[in-house]
T-cell receptor
Framework: NAGVTQTPKFQVLKTGQSMTLQCAQD?????MSWYRQDPGMGLRLIHY???????DQGEVPNGYNVSRSTTEDFPLRLLSAAPSQTSVYFC???????????FGQGTRLTVV | QQQVKQSPQSLIVQKGGISIINCAYE??????FPWYQQFPGKGPALLIA?????SEKKEGRFTISFNKSAKQFSLHIMDSQPGDSATYFC?????????????FGGGTRVLVKP
């Protein structure tokens, strides 16, 4: 029972490159979300999903795309990376039954 | 109505002292009031949570106090230890609200000096 798995753990991109951050959960949770955390700052919501086929924007969605084709997976896509997207990214899931959020270990992304 | 305000941004406390962190919210549909703890290099993890039907919950050295009328809840860390040095986040949530977002307070960095 892995919980929430994020890959990769570290990534360096050049400006303009694209990539996908993977998030997989085996907890059968309906709600999944992506956050970015910058030094000295809190967790800012990028996108979230309340179930397969349903996604919505958070407070900082620009430059990111998501999709939710299955309950288990919620990938985050950077179409054209910018230095401002240098951050640590966390994926989280929540069960509507008990409402505790479970986080992945994070992906540290550097855009040069 | 998703605004969540957390204070202070940081605090330093001596070993054995009391740390107090506050969280104010706007959305009256919230029905779950957790505090998360995050250590450097790790994702946040649930520390303690309360439902609105009680005003206080204690788990070891950690206590949540909840004031529904003021739309505030706080975390008290008694007998603070160096191992409590971490960043703490509140994240009030309303699971029954359709499409509700899970948003976090700005975080409080706690440093416990030995």
């Amino acid at each position: 029972n892995a919980g929430v798995t994020q890959t990769p753990k570290f990534q360096v991109l050049k400006t303009g490159q694209s990539m996908t951050l993977q998030c997989a959960q085996d907890m059968n949770h309906e709600y999944m979300s992506w956050y970015r955390q910058d030094p000295g700052m809190g967790l800012r919501l990028i996108h979230y999903s309340v179930g397969a086929g349903i996604t919505d924007q958070g407070e900082v969605p620009n430059g990111y795309n998501v999709s939710r084709s299955t309950t288990e997976d919620f990938p985050l896509r950077l179409l054209s990376a910018a230095p401002s997207q240098t951050s640590v990214y966390f994926c989280a899931t929540v069960s509507y039954q008990n409402t505790e959020a479970f986080f992945g270990q994070g992906t540290r992304l550097t855009v040069v | 109505q998703q605004q969540v305000k957390q204070s202070p941004q940081s605090l330093i406390v001596q070993k054995g002292g009391i740390s107090i962190i506050n969280c104010a919210y706007e959305n009256t549909a919230f029905d779950y009031f957790p505090w998360y703890q995050q250590f450097p290099g790790k994702g946040p993890a649930l520390l303690i949570a309360i439902r609105p039907d009680v005003s206080e919950k204690k788990e070891g050295r950690f206590t949540i106090s909840f004031n529904k009328s003021a739309k505030q809840f706080s975390l008290h860390i008694m007998d603070s230890q160096p191992g409590d040095s971490a960043t703490y986040f509140c994240a009030p949530y309303g699971a029954r609200t359709a499409g509700n977002k899970l948003t976090f307070g700005g975080g409080t960095r706690v440093l416990v000096k030995p």
